[in-house]
């Protein structure tokens, strides 16, 4: 019972934004008493009216389990790396729904110990605070100024992604006790223009089925479910031993979230995950795609009310990339080279097997009939491998439920499982993407790619334009322009290249350090590649330095880049989206310099680069 109490204290508690001030965070009176009963076990007891309790994270060190004990009963168990021999940040234990109670913590350690007297000495113990605020404000150079990040923590896929009453509503897998992956819960932000976010508290929070790994959102107007019209309803993975599919529903706009008291609504006997659901009007029931991962396929489900599932088919066992596993299905229409033509796209993200090594977005093209997916293939009578984006940092891509105008709009997670949690950056670890609009185009072989541009709100992010050129012919020693440099130098940089006989151009950004991304062109090869082996700090993991190569699928004789760099990344939009990439970089001072230059007859028609105005 007092679980359940408990549990809806800390909804209502959710609603208030965690309260960031500037500066150092303020012990509260009150104490924290340590006990340590043994080589691995430590009893923390809490005492006064504290609204966290900070925990200190040495990140190298192994987790420690911590069960949250209120008035004797376990609460909660959390994962948290504590700090053995020295602090790296602290993490906020929100207490706030205990008050009045009595919490201890019963932490288990793993570390080989030889006493006590030596478990004792561990820098975790003298360093729980007990405080009423938690510093938020921002420690990190490398974090975006323009891209959705975690106030603190770490973060992976953009989860339950929906479009309500004006509000873009993106939830995530978050980490709220440390910046590497544990502890999977939804972390809420939200977007009335899709590049400012405000953060909220948790949405979704791990219970007795598991934690919350991935999942989608949808409205339910018709009011299938009977959580009402007005109603946001969810569906996750709920991962333990198992990992099984779990619903849950909000009547608040998508603030907090009740479970479903039927939970789970989906079992197999194997591991699938990441359930995404759409409303398919043909047949009036709800479709839903749920990885079968080690089998790498993908399970189409149908369903009446959002409750009751029923398996109609497989689609993807053998075709496409078929390395690692297969994650976080989506499968929608698009119109075809913008006329009335329409045909269904199936979002495949898996990992490891990407192009340039770890995680990326396959997709296949084709029909859906309600039942099944089946592929285009192509003049030999293929299924063609298709790649959404050609950087390394693109993951996990889903697109918003009902958004407006018919729009598909997607946001993947920024980084690659291969370094994800090795990037130098302590606070919070990953960002998203930016927006995209998707659209399909036939490709020069006859075949349907999908185009991701940049979504039109991200226009509103130019502050100034500070250059503005007309034609210029290339030479051997480049043209070079200086890059803003307020605000981190953060930019969009739009260039339109054209090479008469098929001479490649080189475009690079530097800093004075010597730092580089370069980027050439290649008419003849039909391709941009983007290297960032000079980039800036790229030791972190042997996986980091790479050479990304994107075909030009479509207009090979010119080419059309939007470019945006924000403190971390570069996304390279091609022809209107017909080629994408998204890196990460990690200068050690903002770029400052573009040079753009070509040993052959080639020239760049126009050129225009903008300082941009951050969101935070
Ligand atoms: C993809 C993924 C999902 C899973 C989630 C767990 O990055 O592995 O399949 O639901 O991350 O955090």
């Known amino acids: 019972m007092k679980r359940t109490i408990l549990r809806r204290l800390s909804l209502a508690c959710a609603t208030a934004i965690l309260p960031a001030v500037a500066g150092a965070d303020t012990p509260a009176s009150g104490g924290v008493k340590v006990e340590h009963l043994g080589v691995n076990n430590t009893l923390v007891r809490l005492d006064g009216d504290a609204r966290y309790l900070l925990m200190p994270v040495q990140e190298s060190n192994d987790d420690a389990k911590v069960n949250v004990l ?7 168990t959390i994962y948290v790396r504590l700090a053995k021999s020295k602090v790296d940040y602290t993490v906020p234990f929100d207490l706030s729904a205990y ?10 350690t793993s570390q080989d ?34 891209h959705h990040t975690p106030l603190y923590g770490w ?54 089925l598991g934690t919350i790994f991935s999942g989608s959102s949808v409205l339910d107007p018709g009011n299938t479910a009977g959580f009402g019209p007005d109603a946001i309803v969810s569906l996750y993975t709920s991962a333990a031993e198992s990992q099984i599919q779990s619903l849950a529903h909000s009547v608040d706009g998508g603030m907090t979230f009740e479970k ?12 699938a995950r990441d359930p995404n659901m759409f409303w398919y009007a043909p047949t009036g029931e709800w479709i839903l795609m749920l990885a079968h991962a080690l089998e790498r396929e993908m399970l189409i489900y149908a369903s009446p009310d959002l409750k009751n599932w029923t398996l109609r088919s497989a689609f993807g066992k053998g075709l496409g990339a078929q390395e690692g596993v297969w994650e976080c299905p989506d499968l929608f229409e698009l119109p075809v080279d913008g006329t009335d033509r329409k045909k269904w796209v199936l979002i495949c993200n898996l990992n490891p097997g990407g192009p340039f090594g770890g995680s990326a977005t396959q997709y296949f093209t084709g029909d859906f009939d309600g039942t099944t997916f089946t592929p285009d293939r192509d003049a030999e009578g293929n299924v063609p491998t298709k790649w959404m984006d050609f950087g390394k940092d693109h993951y996990a891509t889903v697109s918003f439920s009902d958004a407006p105008d018919g729009r598909r709009t997607v946001i993947g997670w920024m980084s690659n499982w291969q370094y994800a949690a090795e990037v ?76 008469r006989n098929g001479s490649p151009v080189t475009v690079t950004l530097s800093n004075p350090g010597g730092e580089k991304v370069e980027m050439v062109y290649d008419p003849k090869a039909a391709t941009l590649s983007f290297d960032r082996r000079e980039s800036g700090i790229v ?41 994408v990439m998204t890196n990460l970089v990690f200068p050690q001072k903002p770029y400052t310099t573009l040079s753009v230059a070509s040993d052959g007859k ?14 935070k």
């Open 70 to 76: 209120v008035d004797g009963k376990l609460d909660r």
């Open 99 to 108: 008050k009045g109670h009595n919490v201890v913590l019963s932490i288990v």
């Open 113 to 146: 110990r030889g006493s006590v007297r030596e478990a004792s000495n561990d820098a975790c113990w003298s360093n729980f605070t007990l405080s009423d605020t938690f510093d938020t404000a921002n420690r990190e150079k490398y974090r975006p100024a323009f």
């Open 155 to 208: 973060m992976n896929d953009p989860n339950g992604m929906v479009y309500k009453d004006g509000v873009w509503h993106l939830y995530y897998q978050a980490n709220p006790y440390g910046s590497k992956w544990q502890n999977m819960t939804w972390g809420h932000s939200s977007s009335k223009d899709l590049v400012n976010w405000e953060h909220h508290p948790a949405a979704i929070e791990p219970d007795g």
């Open 260 to 271: 479903y008291p039927g939970n789970p609504v989906i079992t197999l006997d194997s591991e």
């Open 424 to 499: 130098p950056t302590r606070q919070f670890r990953s960002a998203n993407t930016l927006p995209r609009d998707l659209g399909l185009f036939t490709g020069s072989d006859g075949q349907l790619y999908l185009s991701s541009a940049p979504s039109p709100e991200v226009d509103a992010l130019r502050a100034s334009q500070v250059k503005k050129t007309g034609k210029v012919s290339l030479s051997h020693k480049g043209r070079q322009y200086t890059l803003p440099q307020a605000n981190d130098g953060i930019c969009e940089i739009q260039l339109d290249l054209v090479s």
């Open 539 to 579: 030791d972190f993991s042997q996986d980091f330095p790479a050479v990304t190569v994107a075909p030009l699928l479509a207009t090979t004789d010119k080419l059309s880049v939007r470019m945006f760099v924000d403190r971390s990344s570069v996304e390279v939009f091609g022809n209107g989206g017909e080629l």
């Open 602 to 615: 080639a020239e760049m028609t126009s050129l225009a680069i903008w300082s941009l105005s951050p969101s």
